[in-house]
């Protein structure tokens, strides 16, 4: 079955300094996520992206986070100040309809800001 | 808001039992709800979707159920092995905006040989 691709696995920055997280979705899909996960705590949605522009965001997702899909296959999730409160486990997702139908996630970028 | 609510938060069973995994959710107009299995450190692995208009889904040796209008689903797992240990998420969609998913804080299930 294909899957959805995450780079890096993990990844420990210096707080203060910026980071992206890769994604490589399945293709032909309807709609992209990006869901992240604090140690201990529950799944929370961050973004949904369709059509190339964001659909929908949390209130998590403030002005230190963005997101592109600059070459039409990779999907990234930008942070450009990270704080401590950043570590998490961050996940790709994506959406979709037809025959096979429902959710698929990436394995995941655990980030570390020290 | 969307609440999601997994009972219980842990569970630790001897290999062979069946047991049963409760979800429950705050707003019952939902478009889907799907339970996920989680292992130590790694992603979310998809083990079985239901649609807001059915009430059940098999594959295997896992059900799970969905009582809409009590808010309510249930993941049961029959002759249960130690390969099952894991974390189960349940998480609900509500189709509004992007179709995006509210998850519960999951179950954390350890077979015991």
């Known amino acids: 079955e294909p899957e959805v691709t995450q780079t890096p696995s993990h990844q420990v920055t210096q707080m203060g300094q910026e980071v992206i997280l890769r994604c490589v979705p399945i293709?032909?899909?309807?709609?992209f996520y990006w869901y992240r996960q604090i140690l201990g705590q529950k799944v929370e949605f961050l973004v949904s992206?369709?059509?190339?522009?964001?659909?929908?965001k949390s209130e998590i997702f403030d002005d230190q986070f963005s997101v592109e899909r600059p070459d039409g296959s990779n999907f990234t999730l930008k942070i450009r100040s990270t704080k401590l409160e950043d570590s998490a486990m961050y996940f790709c997702?994506?959406?979709?309809?037809?025959?096979?139908?429902?959710?698929?996630f990436g394995s995941g970028t655990r980030l570390t800001v020290v | 808001k969307q609440e999601v609510t997994q009972i219980p938060a842990a569970l630790s069973v001897p290999e062979g039992e069946n047991l049963v995994l409760n979800c429950s959710f705050t707003?019952?107009?939902?478009?889907?709800l799907q339970w996920f299995r989680q292992d130590p450190g790694k992603g979310l692995t998809s083990l079985l979707l239901?649609?807001?208009?059915?009430r059940e889904q098999t594959s295997g040796r896992l059900n799970a159920s969905l009582d809409k209008s009590s808010g309510r689903s249930t993941l049961y797992i029959a002759a249960s092995q130690p390969g099952d240990s894991a974390t189960y998420l349940c998480?609900?969609?509500?189709?509004?905006?992007?179709?995006?998913?509210?998850f519960g804080k999951g179950t954390k299930l350890s077979v015991i040989p």
């Open positions: 997702a994506e959406w979709r309809a037809g025959k096979i139908y429902g959710y698929t």
């Open positions: 293709s032909n899909h309807l709609y």
């Open positions: 992206f369709y059509n190339n522009e964001i659909s929908e």
């Open positions: 707003d019952s107009a939902i478009y889907n």
């Open positions: 239901i649609q807001s208009s059915q």
């Open positions: 998480a609900v969609s509500s189709g509004a905006g992007s179709y995006q998913l509210t």
